[in-house]
Nanobody, 119 residues
Framework: QVQLVESGGGLVQPGGSLRLSCAAS????????MGWYRQAPGKGRELVAI???????GYADSAKGRFTISREYAKNTVYLQMNSLKPEDTAVYYC?????????????WGQGTQVTVSS
C-alpha cells in the first residue's frame, strides 16, 4: 500500500501565501510524476501543477506565475508554494502520485487539504 499525506492547508487572506506538502510512504520502487489537483465546491477536480521525475514542471493557466511545484526526492515529498492567493483558489487540494510498485504501477491520491482564501 502507498499512502499520501497532505498538510499545509488553511485559511488565508487574499494576496497571502500557503505552502502545501505531500509525503508518500509505503513499499514502492519509485515515484514517477507527482501533482496537485483541486476541487472547488460544485466543480470537478482539476489539475493545478505537475512535476516529472526529472523535475520538469507544468501548470494550469490559473496557477502560472503564482504557484510553484517542487519535490524532495529523498523524502518522497512534493510541495506546492502558492502566492498571491485569490478567493477563486478556494478548494480542496489533492496530492497525486504515479507510483511503481513491485506488483505493477499505481496512481495514488491523498485525502485532501482545504484551502480557503477569504477576508
Amino acid at each position: 500500500q502507498v499512502q499520501l499525506v497532505e498538510s499545509g492547508g488553511g485559511l488565508v487572506q487574499p494576496g497571502g501565501s500557503l505552502r502545501l506538502s505531500c509525503a508518500a510512504s509505503g513499499s514502492m520502487i519509485s515515484i514517477n510524476h507527482m501533482g496537485w489537483y483541486r476541487q472547488a465546491p460544485g466543480k470537478g477536480r482539476e489539475l493545478v501543477a505537475i512535476i516529472s521525475p526529472s523535475g520538469t514542471t507544468g501548470y494550469a493557466d490559473s496557477a502560472k506565475g503564482r504557484f510553484t511545484i517542487s519535490r524532495e526526492y529523498a523524502k518522497n515529498t512534493v510541495y506546492l508554494q502558492m502566492n498571491s492567493l485569490k478567493p477563486e483558489d478556494t478548494a480542496v487540494y489533492y496530492c497525486n502520485a504515479h507510483v511503481q510498485l513491485y506488483s505493477g504501477s499505481l496512481v495514488s491520491w491523498g485525502q485532501g487539504t482545504q484551502v480557503t482564501v477569504s477576508s
